[in-house]
């Protein structure tokens, strides 16, 4: 797939957008956008041409992400963490769900986040035993965005039999023993379905590993994090983008009338409008900074990965609480869409690994320290 925005835009303009409201209202998950997005090629993006898929890499899977967070971030999310869960699939999963993800008949998602453990992902408590020829998985994850609805989980576990704090396998959404508990009620991104999802008995075969036994951790630093990190970025610029574009429509449109003026015509909000504009576009040139580093292979490029998320989500963090002042009481109304925005841009900070152990992991890179 050569040129996927064309595509991308349709389903934005004729699905996402349009629903928008009401996913966020309803808290229902965006099955129609997500059905469109399969369709048009857009979550087989990242899969291998060979594999019957798009062949694009990380920086395409930012734009689709970055595009979609404007208009409806439950969508956004929901394909972010299927191109983060992809990517371990695409290097070690079987044939047939390589071919399924690449035809974008397939939805998947990472379930790491345990009960147990918390943000704390690479840490996980449940077990995985050999019996009978099959691996016996037993957990509560917790926050398992599309619970329910993905056809397939990239579920962590501790090591079968090896050293290693952690293995990942491949578990089908229909393996007898995986209860999605309750339903999504939250504060933002209300309609990504983010549940817990109990493992009681979960009988896979040892095929479904994903990587060696024990190399967990190895697998989701090197080939996960790095995805999940700079599309989390992605998503938090999208969000800025469209919330800037917003406000500044806004203080346009709108005026003073005892004054003869719009809302721009005052310096304060100018220069408040300004603010919004500068961290907007400085975490998307670290964005932008961080994509060249890993595709050129530069020794810094861990340390962006490390940084982005963190950077973007505080960021978008900040614009929309200006966007909620500039905007006023209108920014509290539903249909206007700002505050919508400034609910969703906080999932980011507490989203494992969140901005506090974001910061650890920079603080200990830039001083010579293990990350773990």
């Given amino acids: 797939m050569t040129d996927f925005h064309d595509a991308l835009e349709r ?6 957008a349009p629903q928008a409201t009401t996913v966020d209202t309803t808290g229902t998950f ?30 395409q899977a930012a734009e689709v992400v970055q595009s979609l967070a404007g208009p409806c971030g439950s969508t956004a999310m929901v394909v972010l963490m299927h191109y983060a869960g992809a990517v371990v ?80 396998w491949l578990v089908p ?14 504060f933002g991104l209300r309609g990504n379905q983010s549940i817990p999802v109990e493992g009681r008995d979960v009988r896979v075969p040892a095929t479904a590993l994903l990587g060696a036994d024990g190399a967990g951790l190895d ?13 989390s970025a992605a998503f938090s610029v999208g969000l800025m983008e469209a919330v800037t574009a917003e406000t500044g429509e806004h203080l346009r449109t709108t005026r003073l009338e005892h004054l003869d003026e719009a809302l721009i015509g005052v310096a304060g909000n100018r220069a408040d409008h300004a603010r919004m504009r500068l961290a907007t ?11 060249a ?24 963090i900040a614009v929309t609480d200006l966007a909620m002042k500039l905007c006023g009481g209108a920014a509290f109304r539903k249909e206007v869409g700002i505050e919508r925005r400034f609910r969703d841009a906080r999932a980011a900070r507490v989203m494992a690994p969140t901005t506090d152990a974001l910061l650890d992991f920079v603080g200990r890179a830039i001083n010579g320290l293990p990350l773990l």
Avoid: C
């Fill in 30 to 59: 965006p099955a129609d956008a997500i059905a469109a997005l399969g369709t048009a090629g857009l979550l087989g993006l990242t899969a291998a041409e060979s594999d019957g898929g798009g062949g694009q890499g990380l920086r």
């Fill in 219 to 231: 697998v989701a630093l090197a080939e996960i994090l790095p995805w999940f990190l700079v599309l």
């Fill in 173 to 186: 959404a229909t393996t007898p023993g995986l209860r999605p508990v309750g339903a999504f009620d939250g």
């Fill in 281 to 291: 576009d400085q975490a998307a040139a670290l964005l932008a900074d961080t994509l």
């Fill in 11 to 16: 389903v934005i303009h004729e699905i996402v």
């Fill in 293 to 316: 580093a890993l595709e050129a292979g530069r020794a810094d490029a861990m340390l962006r990965v490390l940084e982005v998320k963190a950077a973007a989500a505080e960021a978008a």
């Fill in 89 to 168: 699939i695409h290097n070690h999963g079987p044939a047939e769900v390589r071919a399924a993800l690449a035809a974008g008949r397939h939805l998947t998602t990472l379930a790491f986040s345990e009960k147990g453990s918390r943000s704390h992902f690479w840490a996980p408590r449940s077990s995985a035993t050999a019996e009978g020829g099959a691996v016996r998985l037993d957990a509560d994850k917790s926050w398992v965005t599309s619970a329910g609805q993905a056809d397939s989980y990239v579920w962590s576990s501790r090591p079968l039999a090896a050293d290693g704090p952690m293995s990942l």
